[in-house]
């Protein structure tokens, strides 16, 4: 193998089931993403937490002691022990409802829903009232936090990408990691279509549109979540589903999409979309995923002296199974791999300036 150097950013979307709770709190995010936390502090390596702030910013007024304080608790824990937090927006909690006892969702589920919303500023004004409002929280434990990296609620940066970006550039925002490509998602209230994107392993987003990339100037460097393509002899999902249904984790809430029917073209689309890296499918093995991980290694190495790329997985989605796996996958990338360097968003940047 070439001299080329690889970095790899384990990252988890701290959020709350998005539909509904079917569980308390710390079951449902708290316990879990602690869970995370120990199991690399086993292995001495960092990971970073992309933190759904507008839910703690609803939550304050709604239950700040279950949930709020907790919320902050952990976040300040986390950048005490030098794990990375960074910025994750759900923009749907601005509209959705609380009865006193339970939320009641919005569909209003992308960033480009609140485009003419005059009462948060538009897309504008709700990314700089979540920058704000991260930072309110990290910076009295380190005083030079920074909030530099994005992860799109829904991976929704369309259809107003060129503003959204934009947008981020302006409040200080250098990295993103909410593409994956060959990933395809629709529901009644979202498309994901991230099947064309550069062929590089890593670009600088050109805010007028996002399939393109910028060379040698300002913007904003996607560092996306690793994927491999589908192949035709893979098990269909239902029937790993039900094979693997052992290792699922119980249900603590619901999904915000679970309602809502597609038609067949995007179901065979969905079909045929990548998969990413991730210890939250119960359905993927350790082989898998270490899979993923050779495929962007043996894509690039003869094409780019530094590749970089993210895992995602979601605290309320993992169990047992998810976390075995993550601390094997640790280990095994450790020695398979050891020219992988798992790095945070804060740490990178702090290696680049």
């Not at 936390?37 to 703690?56: Q, W």
């Not at 608790?73 to 022990?81: E, I, S």
């Not at 890593?202 to 589908?230: F, Q, R």
């Not at 979601?314 to 047992?320: A, C, V």
Request: net charge neutral.
């Amino acid at each position: 193998m070439s001299n080329m150097k690889i970095k790899l950013f384990l990252t988890f979307d701290h959020e709350l089931p998005l539909g509904g709770l079917n569980a308390s709190y710390k079951k449902a995010l708290f316990d879990p993403t602690q869970k995370i936390l120990d199991i690399a502090d086993r292995y001495g390596i960092k990971v970073t937490l992309f933190s759904d702030i507008l839910c703690a910013y609803r939550f304050k007024e709604w239950d700040e002691k279950s949930f709020y304080l907790p919320y902050k608790d952990q976040l300040q824990y986390a950048v005490r022990a030098g794990h990375d937090v960074q910025l994750h927006i759900h923009p749907h909690w601005l509209t959705t409802q609380y009865d006193g006892a339970a939320f009641l969702p919005s569909e209003d589920f992308a960033l480009s829903d609140f485009k003419d919303h005059a009462a948060y500023g538009g897309i504008p004004g709700i990314i700089e009232l979540s920058v704000e409002k991260l930072k309110d929280i990290c910076m009295p434990v380190d005083k030079n936090y920074q909030c530099l990296a994005f992860r799109a609620g829904g991976y929704n940066i369309y259809p107003d990408s060129r503003q959204i970006f934009h947008s981020l550039y302006d409040q200080g925002i250098c990295y993103d990691s909410s593409m994956a490509k060959g990933y395809y998602f629709r529901s009644g209230i979202s498309e994901i279509d991230f099947r064309k994107l550069p062929d590089v392993p890593n670009w600088t987003v050109n805010p007028e549109d996002y399939h393109s990339a910028l060379s040698g100037k300002a913007g904003i460097l996607e560092i996306p979540i690793a994927t491999i393509p589908k192949t035709p002899f893979e098990a269909p999902t239902r029937f790993k589903l039900k094979k693997y249904a052992f290792r699922a984790v119980e249900n603590r809430g619901r999904m915000i999409h679970d309602h809502h029917q597609v038609d067949l073209i995007s179901k065979i689309k969905m079909l045929l979309s990548s998969r990413m890296l991730s210890f939250d499918n119960h359905t993927l093995s350790l082989d898998y995923l270490l899979q993923i991980v050779g495929h962007q290694i043996r894509k690039y190495e003869n094409k780019s002296e530094e590749i970089m790329f993210s895992a995602i997985s979601h605290p309320k989605s993992m169990g047992d199974y998810s976390f075995e796996l993550m601390d094997r996958f640790i280990s095994s990338v450790q020695k398979l791999y050891p020219e992988v360097e798992f790095t945070t968003f804060s740490l990178f940047n702090s290696k680049t300036i």
